[in-house]
C-alpha cells in the first residue's frame, strides 16, 4: 500500500514500475493534483489513469466514466489483468501503457498491428505502405515505433488522435495520406498536421527533402517531428510559431 501526501504535485513516468506487490494507491483528500479511485491513481479529475495498482490479483478492469486517458506505464507488467473494458471517448494513451500484460499479449496481430475496440495499442510489425483500419479512433504513444519496413501509412477518416512517438524509428516512411474525410489531421504527401494547421506533427524521413518550409500559421512543432531525416540541411519557421517540442 502507497499513500500519496498533501504537498505531492509531480510523479514521474514509470515511478511505480517493478512494484509488483503494491496493490493499492491512495491520495491524501487535500492533493491538488491527484486522485485514488478503486485503489489506483488518478488526475485530480479522475479524467488520466496515472497507474493502476500492479499488485492486485483482478483479471479485469472496468475504466469508470471519467477516465479519457491512460498514462505511460499505466498498466505496465500487470501480467493478471486479461480484459480491459475502455470507455468510448478515449483520447490519449502513453507510451508501454499495456507492456507485458496478458490483456496485450492475448490480442492476435493482424499484419502486425494490435487493435481493440477501435484503437490501434501497437503496430510495430507492419511494413510497405500500410492503412490504418477504418473505424480505428486512436492510435497509442509508439505505436509505429522502429517500423522500419514501413514505408508508406494511410490514415483513415475515423481517426482523432494520435499520441506521442507514434513514429519514431520509421526511417523508412516516405509518405503519409490522410483520408479527406478526417477532421483531425491532414497531410500534402509528406508532411502531416493538424486539421487546423496550428500544429506540426511529422515530416516522413524517407522523403529525403533537403530543404523544408513549415506551413504559415503552425504554432507548435510537435516532440519529434523531424526526427531522422538525415538529409534535411535547412528548415524555415513561420511567423506566429511559439512552441518546439523535444527531439
Known amino acids: 500500500r502507497f499513500t500519496v501526501p498533501e504537498s505531492v504535485e509531480t510523479i514521474g513516468d514509470g515511478a511505480f514500475v517493478g512494484c509488483s506487490s503494491l496493490a493499492e494507491i ?23 489513469l496515472i497507474k493502476y495498482a500492479p499488485g492486485k490479483s483482478a483479471r479485469s478492469f472496468t475504466f469508470p466514466a471519467s477516465a479519457t486517458a491512460v498514462g505511460a506505464n499505466a498498466f505496465y507488467e500487470c501480467e493478471a489483468l486479461e480484459e480491459i473494458s475502455f470507455n ?17 499479449n492475448n490480442i492476435l496481430e493482424e499484419d502486425g498491428a494490435k487493435y481493440y475496440d477501435g484503437l490501434l495499442l501497437s503496430a510495430s510489425g507492419v511494413s510497405g505502405e500500410y492503412a490504418v483500419k477504418d473505424g480505428t479512433t486512436l492510435i497509442a504513444s509508439a505505436a509505429f515505433s522502429y517500423s522500419d519496413g514501413m514505408t508508406g501509412i494511410t490514415l483513415p477518416s475515423s481517426l482523432e488522435y494520435i499520441g506521442d512517438k507514434v513514429f519514431d524509428g520509421c526511417n523508412a516512411l516516405a509518405s503519409i495520406t490522410v483520408n479527406s474525410q478526417n477532421t483531425a489531421f491532414k497531410s500534402d504527401g509528406t508532411d502531416l498536421y493538424t486539421a487546423d494547421g496550428k500544429t506540426f506533427m511529422l515530416h516522413a524521413p524517407a522523403s529525403f527533402v533537403v530543404s523544408l518550409t513549415i506551413a504559415g500559421g503552425t504554432e507548435k512543432i510537435a516532440d519529434n517531428a523531424l526526427r531522422g531525416n538525415s538529409a534535411l540541411t535547412s528548415v524555415a519557421l513561420p511567423y506566429g510559431l511559439t512552441e518546439i517540442g523535444e527531439k
Not at 491512495?26 to 479511485?37: E, L, P, T
Not at 471517448?89 to 507510451?95: A, F, L, Q, S
Open 88 to 104: 468510448d471517448d478515449m483520447t490519449y494513451i502513453g507510451e508501454n501503457a499495456f507492456f507485458g500484460t496478458a490483456f496485450l
Open 26 to 48: 491512495n491520495v491524501d483528500g487535500k492533493n491538488k493534483s491527484f486522485s485514488s479511485i478503486g485503489g489506483d491513481l488518478y488526475s485530480k479529475d479522475g479524467s488520466t
